[in-house]
């Protein structure tokens, strides 16, 4: 069975801390990765997407890593601030469409100023 | 450019009855799919819809059905509702719905059953 854990499930850190979430998947015949941002009672946010040939992405503070052997990604935040505070989900889609993505129960972060 | 778009944003109903959700895709995406988010269970797949067509269908009871319509505009119906079926649904877009695509969600309708 297919699954995706993100440990810990709450993350409190103090501004401009760089941090690390962590993002685990049992199946390594992923087609990619990807992370998500929700802010309380809302969507999802699009953060990064990771294919499966690639090994990371970056977008201004936000750095996110992939290792399909050893089946974790990573999302690295920069400097954080009070801004970041929200729940951060990843992805994983396994076969051709989007319809197979399985998320994990995400990590709520909270930057303190 | 206008993104995903769900309706109604929240609404209560009643055990028994059913519920039809609506999602405007972004234009141009031909992919819509729909998830279930509780905080037990987290976000759980429903269904993928391409082209009017349904591609690929999570594990939920028939209960739980929906549709595309020519302009890609979708449908998803919930029958019979039961108090588990209270949750955040969301419906997301992407062009084609492949592995490069990046997803886009809507803001979600939150259901409530009493």
């Known amino acids: 069975k297919q699954e995706v854990t993100q440990i810990p499930a709450a993350l409190s850190v103090p501004e401009g801390e760089n941090l690390v979430l962590n993002c685990s998947f049992t199946?390594?015949?992923?087609?990619?990765l990807q992370w998500f941002r929700q802010d309380p009672g809302k969507g999802l946010t699009s953060l990064l997407l990771i294919q499966s040939s690639q090994r990371e992405q970056t977008s201004g503070r936000l750095n996110a890593s992939l290792d399909k052997s050893s089946g974790r990604s990573t999302l690295y935040i920069a400097a954080s601030q009070p801004g970041d505070s929200a729940t951060y989900l990843c992805?994983?889609?396994?076969?051709?469409?989007?319809?197979?993505?399985?998320f994990g129960k995400g990590t709520k972060l909270s930057v303190k100023p | 450019k206008a993104g995903v778009t769900q309706t109604p944003r929240y609404l209560i109903k009643t055990r028994g009855q059913q519920v039809t959700l609506s999602c405007s895709p972004i234009?141009?995406?031909?992919?819509v799919s729909w998830y279930q988010q509780t905080p037990g269970q987290g976000l759980q797949f429903l269904f993928e819809y391409f082209s009017e067509t349904q591609r690929n269908k999570g594990n939920f009871p028939g209960r739980f059905s929906g549709r595309q319509f020519s302009n890609s505009r979708s449908e998803m119906n919930v029958s019979t509702l039961e108090l588990g079926d209270s949750a955040l649904y969301l419906c997301?877009?992407?062009?084609?719905?492949?592995?490069?695509?990046?997803?886009?969600f809507g803001e979600g309708s939150w259901l409530t059953v009493v």
């Open positions: 992805a994983g889609l396994y076969g051709g469409s989007q319809g197979n993505l399985i």
């Open positions: 199946d390594s015949a992923i087609y990619n």
């Open positions: 234009s141009g995406h031909r992919s």
């Open positions: 997301a877009s992407s062009t084609a719905g492949t592995a490069g695509n990046t997803i886009y």
